[in-house]
Each structure stands twice: as structure tokens, then as C-alpha cells.
């Protein structure tokens, strides 16, 4: 199992930036795919971004604005965010997904608070 810790939230005025961090309890090197979904309000999670073996991925929306990063020493995956706009609140969940003995084990955070105000 996996426990997963995000902190770095907070409100912000629309084009400053934020960094949310997700603190693992275990190794992280060994999971295939450590990422980022929100959820806004009345809104369906979505994802933001992931890191995985190939390489990382973004949701079109977050496209040139958002970073992520993975310091498998510290065992944390990063999600930088700049530029943000209003839309970009919500809750930020963090997520990993492991793969073990050909089975998909996928774990949440409790999610980090992200408001921009306009």
C-alpha cells in the first residue's frame, strides 16, 4: 500500500503560481505512473497530469502553464502550476498507480485546496 500526502495549496490571484507536493509513504521508483486530477466544484475529477516510464502527459488545458516532476529520492511528486487562471480551482488530488503481479493498485490523497481568485 501507498498513503499519499499533498500539501501546497492556498488561494492565489489569477496569474501567480503555486507548487503542490505529494509525499509518498513508500519508494516511488518502482510506480509506474504518479499523477495529478482535480475537482472543481459541481464538477466531475479530471486529470491534470502524470509521470510515467514513457514519459509525462498533460491535460490540454493545463498545456505549457503546469510542470510536473518526480524526485524518486525524496520519494514526492511535484505539480508546479503557473500562470493560473480561475478555472484552474478546485481540489487538487494527487494519485499513483502500481503495478504488482499484473494488477493496477491505484491510490488517492486527500486532496489540497487550490482557489485563484480573478
Known amino acids: 500500500q501507498v498513503q499519499l500526502v499533498e500539501s501546497g495549496g492556498g488561494l492565489v490571484q489569477a496569474g501567480g503560481s503555486l507548487r503542490l507536493s505529494c509525499a509518498a509513504s513508500?519508494?516511488?521508483?518502482?510506480?509506474?505512473?504518479m499523477g495529478w486530477y482535480r475537482q472543481a466544484p459541481g464538477k466531475q475529477r479530471e486529470f491534470v497530469a502524470d509521470?510515467?516510464?514513457?514519459?509525462?502527459n498533460y491535460a490540454d488545458s493545463v498545456k505549457g502553464r503546469f510542470a510536473i516532476s518526480r524526485d524518486n529520492i525524496k520519494n514526492t511528486v511535484y505539480l508546479q502550476m503557473n500562470s493560473l487562471k480561475p478555472e484552474d480551482t478546485g481540489v487538487y488530488y494527487c494519485?499513483?498507480?502500481?503495478?504488482?503481479?499484473?494488477?493496477?493498485?491505484?491510490?488517492w490523497g486527500q486532496g489540497a485546496q487550490v482557489t485563484v481568485s480573478s
Open positions: 494519485n499513483a498507480k502500481e503495478l504488482t503481479m499484473a494488477i493496477v493498485y491505484e491510490y
Open positions: 513508500k519508494s516511488i521508483s518502482s510506480i509506474n505512473d
Open positions: 509521470s510515467t516510464r514513457g514519459g509525462t
